[in-house]
């Protein structure tokens, strides 16, 4: 599964831009291809949260997928460090990526669905549409999840810290865990660094979609999302409150990592989306 992300990589190019004081890392797939699509992953993540979404978006269309600063392997952003400033600071670095008139889609994961709102009010423009997987920070209640330590782990140990850690946040369905949603999970959670969990619970995303004028949005909810359930309703709600034209699919017995647990019912929903816009 290693060999699979390693080929997934070694096809990206790579492209560096400030982030703070450092540097934010960015991978891009067909880069002449048709009209951009970037893709925003979620907390303690980096870009492989889209490993099953890259290849059938890469075969069509231009993919940008950056690691969000302070996580992957992109430095930390600078002070304040929340969803909006990293929000400028991809702003900025996506002007040395496209041109800053060029039409794309924007999709974003959990932390990436939030920080994807604030993107879209700073690109309003331009963006054929937005869409939210997991999304969180709509003003409803978060629910809890029991996490367990990682990093002082060794072998099988760590091995079962990160299947209890999926199944508790990502997964509804144990069964799906697999090798490379284990592999992932271990890369993605060594380079965190970020704290993004603490946005989750605001109406960040809220009031940043309200402010994207014009943007077409689209979200995506497991039905078993750990973070919403069993209160999912209620961002529904807040979601259609701030864009009462937003289009809304729930993925029945999928939970929070939808792209993944669900990536066929994801991926038809995102060709349908990306392709027909309001």
């Known amino acids: 599964m290693l060999l699979m992300l390693a080929e997934l990589d070694a096809q990206a190019t790579k492209v560096e831009t400030p982030s703070g004081s450092g540097r934010m890392v960015w991978r891009i797939w067909n880069a002449s291809g048709g009209t951009p699509v970037m893709l925003l992953h979620g907390g303690s993540g980096s870009w492989r949260h889209w490993v099953k979404q890259i290849p059938w978006l890469a075969a069509q269309r231009m993919v940008i997928a950056p690691d969000i600063p302070g996580l992957g392997e992109s ?28 039409a794309m ?9 939030i920080t994807s709102g604030h993107v879209a009010r700073l690109l309003a423009p331009r963006l054929r549409s937005v869409t939210i997987c997991g999304a969180g920070a709509l003003g409803t209640p978060r629910s809890p999840t029991h996490l367990v330590k990682v990093r002082d782990k060794q072998g099988a140990e760590k091995v079962a810290a990160h299947r209890h850690n999926l199944a508790s946040l990502m997964f509804a369905d144990p069964q ?11 890369i993605n959670s060594q380079a965190a660094r970020l704290r993004s969990r603490q946005f989750a619970p605001s109406g960040n995303l ?14 995506i909810w497991g039905e078993r999302d750990a973070v919403a359930w069993p209160n999912l309703q209620l961002r529904i709600d807040a979601l259609l409150e701030a864009r009462p034209g937003a289009r809304v699919a729930v993925v029945p017995g999928a939970g929070h990592w939808v792209a993944y647990e669900a990536a066929a ?14």
Not at 105 to 113: H, T, Y
Not at 206 to 219: D, F, H, Q, S
């Open 105 to 113: 889609d924007l999709v974003g994961f959990s932390f990436g669905a």
């Open 176 to 186: 799906k865990i697999d090798a490379l949603a284990l592999e992932i999970q271990e």
């Open 265 to 278: 019912e994801t991926d038809a929903l995102l060709r349908d989306w990306l392709v027909s816009n309001h």
């Open 75 to 102: 430095d930390d952003p600078p002070e304040p460090q929340d969803p909006a400033t990293i929000a400028g600071v991809l702003v900025e670095g996506l002007k040395r990526i496209v041109p800053d008139t060029a």
């Open 206 to 219: 809220k009031e940043a979609l309200a402010a994207a004028i014009g943007v077409p949005v689209n979200a």
